[in-house]
């Protein structure tokens, strides 16, 4: 299921560079355009570039509901109906062709951040915080495919995904939730995507940008969330496609 899901990307370059180039573009925005981190100590980039690597990996689901609205809708999964395989194999197999092209991107991305001075902690930090990225891109990833079941057919899928847009940025991807009004600051911290990018933050040698309780246990919760999200999901996305097949 893996290799039929990468063979789509020879077929579909545009998508796949898409994918790659869009969050270039929006570091490269914030980054010399718009910029500035109000409340932000130290070199902005240190504080941004992190921020847009988890933003990244909550992005870009579209492509992922697509592709499981298709083969719902043109009988790919009836034809699996006769073959030995788990149920869910399907799901499964999008999600680690997804979580392969989510490296590539930031392997991209981080590129980007050196060109423009971005300078991370090395060591076994590095690596963590990269970790920590990859584990939150596969929670959306079942996020996004328990959406897609459930919206069922492509043109529905654009509608869910701007449920995704709230996620995004109401975080601190691009701002300290200090500088924010205090109700905000408070959703903010406690956004999945503001744990683990504030927690590669940390990792990475920069500042966290806060002082509660959700930015002290930044780390925890960088692995409790997509936890929480991949154990609730996971098994719906699941269960409701056995069901379509029954």
């Known amino acids: 299921m893996t290799r039929r899901e990468l063979a789509h990307w020879a077929r579909q370059p545009v998508q796949v560079v898409v994918g790659l180039v869009f969050p270039v573009m929006l570091l490269l925005v914030f980054g010399y355009l718009i910029g500035g981190g109000r409340g932000v100590s130290g070199p902005y980039v240190d504080f941004l570039v992190p921020g847009m690597l988890a ?19 043109k009988g790919v999964v009836d034809r699996f109906r006769s073959m030995p395989m788990v149920s869910g194999t399907v799901l499964v197999g999008r999600a680690v062709a997804d979580m392969l092209q989510s490296a590539a991107g930031l392997v991209v991305l981080i ?99 806060g002082s509660s309780w959700a930015a002290d246990h930044a780390g925890v919760l960088a692995v409790g969330w997509p936890v929480v999200l991949v154990g609730l999901f996971l098994p719906l996305a699941v269960g409701r496609f056995g069901r379509l097949k029954g």
């Open 111 to 209: 590129g980007v951040g050196y060109a423009m001075g971005w300078r991370p902690g090395g060591g076994a930090g590095f690596l963590a915080a990269v970790g920590l990225l990859l584990l939150f891109r596969f929670a959306m990833l079942w996020v996004g495919i328990h959406l897609a079941m459930v919206a069922g057919r492509p043109e529905l899928v654009q509608a869910v995904q701007i449920l995704v847009w709230p996620v995004g940025f109401l975080s601190n991807a691009f701002a300290v939730p200090a500088s924010m009004p205090g109700w905000l600051g408070t959703v903010v911290e406690w956004n999945p995507l503001s744990a683990t990018a504030t927690a590669v933050r940390e990792l990475w040698g920069a500042g966290a940008g």
């Open 55 to 73: 933003l990244t990996m909550a992005f870009g689901l579209e492509g992922t509901m697509l592709a499981v609205t298709q083969d719902l809708n």
